[in-house]
């Protein structure tokens, strides 16, 4: 965080002023990154949802037979992002995602991570707080700021100004990333900013009344609300890591190519690097299968799965890279 935003944060107290924050993806100064920037060398491994409701305010049962939300499953927000607006799970007002990763995070140069939501254009956006974990248990908030208006609702399809926003993911529309640094929670006591193990993805609920939740400092988070739908709330695509921890090792470039995609079992492996690979592969709901090393470039290999979505999580060296693999 530069100087500039330390003093605007130091300012505010339960009050909105000007615009302060980085605009829209693709606009001067923008702090959006694209779900295929090649500075992700990793990407969730699992992702655990506790749904919340379609509509806080009205928690009886009047979508889809159901009160929660119902969109997506959790393997839709694991592996690499898209720009696919519909490849999300929804969690609902006030829901929460929960991902751990094969390394753990770590506090680098810049952005350690960033995380993906499907808002259809610049101004659509839903909005989460995000926290993180390096033991699992005790858990530490990224300090949010919105100067949105609080004195007008903007409804279940209103627009915001990404401007307004500070450190709160959905900034970006889908396909785009929005960054979080470590380095702002360094000082924090009981956390371990070069082991993250843990990210927690908490929706926010827009609403002006007294379900609405705060930002930082005591102001209410103007977003869509309410959403009634089966994709009520924040949408997770993914959270891609930047800077993973490395034990003071030098990091052997690796990346991989699968094919066919979808496949009927039999796959290949094509990879780069000097060293041999080990591969992991997990199924929709995060359990480890298999687990491999291979030391050919261009490999062969019968998986012997039944049909569903899998995860093939490649590692040398301390470098890794997560791919999506569908068997028909």
């Not at 709330?233 to 190519?257: R, Y």
Request: overall charge negative; hydrophobic content about 35%.
């Amino acid at each position: 965080m530069n100087k500039t935003i330390l003093l605007l944060l130091s300012t505010c107290s339960g009050m909105a002023f000007g615009q302060s924050y980085a605009p829209a993806a693709g606009e001067p100064n923008s702090t959006a990154i694209a779900f295929d920037d090649s500075k992700f060398v990793a990407w969730a491994t699992n992702i655990e949802i506790e749904r919340g409701y379609v509509n806080i305010s009205d928690t009886s049962v009047y979508y889809d037979n159901s009160n929660k939300a119902t969109f997506g499953e959790p393997s839709d927000a694991i592996g690499p992002a898209t720009n696919n607006s519909t490849d999300v799970v929804s969690l609902g007002d006030k829901g929460v995602a929960i991902a751990t990763f094969a390394t753990p995070i770590a506090n680098g140069t810049g952005p350690d991570f960033a995380i993906f939501e499907n808002g259809f254009s610049d101004n659509f956006l839903e909005l989460a707080h995000v926290e993180v974990s390096s033991d699992g248990i005790n858990y530490f908030r990224f300090p949010s700021h919105s100067e949105t208006q609080t004195e007008n609702s903007i409804g279940g399809f209103g627009f915001l100004d990404p401007t307004y926003l500070y450190n709160l993911a959905g900034k970006y529309k889908v396909g785009y990333g929005t960054p979080f640094d470590l380095e702002e929670l360094k000082d924090s006591i009981g956390l371990n900013v070069n082991s993250i193990t843990h990210v927690k993805i908490i929706d926010v609920v827009g609403s002006i009344d007294e379900h609405g939740t705060k930002d930082s400092y005591g102001n209410k988070i103007n977003d869509p609300f309410p959403t009634p739908y089966g994709s009520a709330g924040f949408d997770l695509n993914g959270i891609g890591v930047i800077n993973e921890e490395t034990l003071g090792l030098t990091k052997e470039e690796i990346s991989f190519n699968l094919f066919p995609n979808p496949s009927n079992g039999i796959i290949n492996i094509e990879f780069t690097g000097s060293n041999d690979m080990e591969v992991k592969i997990y199924n929709n709901t995060g359990q480890q299968i298999k687990q491999f090393v291979l030391n050919e470039i261009n490999k062969s290999i019968s998986l012997d799965l039944n049909k569903g979505v899998y995860f093939i999580h490649g590692s040398s060296q301390y470098r890794t890279n997560t791919q999506k693999i569908v068997i028909q």
